[in-house]
T-cell receptor, first 113, second 113 residues
Framework: DQQVKQNSPSLSVQEGRISILNCDYT??????FLWYKKYPAEGPTFLIS?????DKNEDGRFTVFLNKSAKHLSLHIVPSQPGDSAVYFC????????????FGKGTLLTVNP | DTEVTQTPKHLVMGMTNKKSLKCEQH?????MYWYKQKAKKPPELMFV???????INESVPSRFSPECPNSSLLNLHLHALQPEDSALYLC????????????FGPGTRLTVT
């Protein structure tokens, strides 16, 4: 049973435009969410996170939005740059005694010059 | 220094070989993790060490044997692997087990022949 779902395997956008990557989750116990970026032949790089007590977190060009009622989060990248082309993983954790990260399958973002 | 290093980058081994993967971090993190990632799949947690003690073993076969000699080093000893064990093996660390943000190394690409 996949508890974190990224339903779009790939996304292509033009440089300078907004990239919106989506993530849905089913486990209502998740209380912390993270986005990781992964280039080929490299490990995932932590990008941005959000606690369930917030609905928005911003860091430069990256903003994560959380809609708890819909069990949905999204990552907005504005403006998109060719260097943002990578696989983006959504991850979630339920805290408590289990801080295990549950990852989605990832979305390949391609930003075209 | 926010780097997690892993050696070797690539490893090819036969099913009767014994080899080891190494991971090192100098961020003072007290939790370290081993993940396995197959192509086009999310990382899957294998082991968690907290303060140099094994905290979590996600029912990993005994042909994988983790070791944490000190707070900066994490090894994964491999013996009698199967071809289906071929994957990218990722090491990660976090400040504590309970710190959500994990920092990943570049991984070791393992091929079992």
């Amino acid at each position: 049973d996949q508890q974190v779902k990224q339903n779009s395997p790939s996304l292509s956008v033009q440089e300078g435009r907004i990239s919106i990557l989506n993530c849905d989750y089913t486990n209502s116990m998740f209380d912390y969410f993270l986005w990781y970026k992964k280039y080929p032949a490299e490990g995932p790089t932590f990008l941005i996170s959000i606690s369930s007590i917030k609905d928005k977190n911003e860091d430069g060009r990256f903003t994560v939005f959380l809609n708890k009622s819909a069990k949905h989060l999204s990552l907005h990248i504005v403006p998109s740059q060719p260097g943002d082309s990578a696989v983006y993983f959504c991850a979630a954790s339920s805290g408590g005694s289990n801080y295990k990260l549950t990852f989605g399958k990832g979305t390949l973002l391609t930003v075209n010059p | 220094d926010t780097e997690v290093t892993q050696t070797p980058k690539h490893l090819v081994m036969g099913m009767t070989n014994k080899k080891s993967l190494k991971c090192e971090q100098h961020m003072g993190h007290r939790a370290m993790y081993w993940y396995k990632q197959k192509a086009k799949k999310p990382p899957e947690l294998m082991f968690v060490y907290s303060y140099e003690k094994l905290s979590i073993n996600e029912s990993v076969p005994s042909r994988f044997s983790p070791e944490c000699p000190n707070s900066s080093l994490l090894n994964l000893h491999l013996h009698a692997l199967q071809p289906e064990d071929s994957a990218l093996y990722l090491c990660a660390s976090s400040q504590e087990y309970g710190s959500y943000e994990q920092y990943f190394g570049p991984g070791t690409r393992l091929t079992v022949t």
